[in-house]
């Protein structure tokens, strides 16, 4: 990310009033059908693992803050959703998916 958005964010935040960050790493991937790690995708376990992180951790941040940041990789994104859909926050929580987050 770019000195400019992080300024922004860091700007954005402080006018809103939000005094935590919490950094989730994705749940449980399997094997890489390809051989490349970007593809991989969550194990059934790790869809668990992310539900109930969502659970757990995402009731106690709320109310979150718009939007949620991931990697482009499919298994940040596949967590992320069932993050929020566990703690009740999909309707009102983005998804800002960055390439430069995996990179």
């Known amino acids: ?4 958005n992080l300024d922004n964010f860091l700007t954005t935040m402080e006018k809103a009033n939000i005094s935590k960050i919490a950094f989730l790493r994705h749940g449980k991937t ?3 059908s390809t051989g490349h790690d970007f593809g991989r995708l969550l ?3 790790g869809q ?3 539900r ?3 659970k757990i951790l995402g009731t106690q941040l709320k109310p979150l803050f718009d939007p ?3 990697s482009s990789a499919p298994r ?3 967590t992320a959703k069932i993050f929020l859909d566990a ?3 999909t309707d009102r929580v983005k998804i800002n998916s960055i390439q430069e987050l995996y990179d």
């Open 1 to 4: 990310c770019s000195v400019n």
């Open 30 to 32: 399997g094997p890489s």
């Open 43 to 45: 194990t059934e376990e």
């Open 48 to 50: 668990d693992q992310a």
């Open 52 to 54: 109930e992180s969502g």
């Open 68 to 70: 949620l940041l991931v």
């Open 76 to 78: 940040t994104v596949e």
């Open 87 to 89: 703690c009740f926050e």
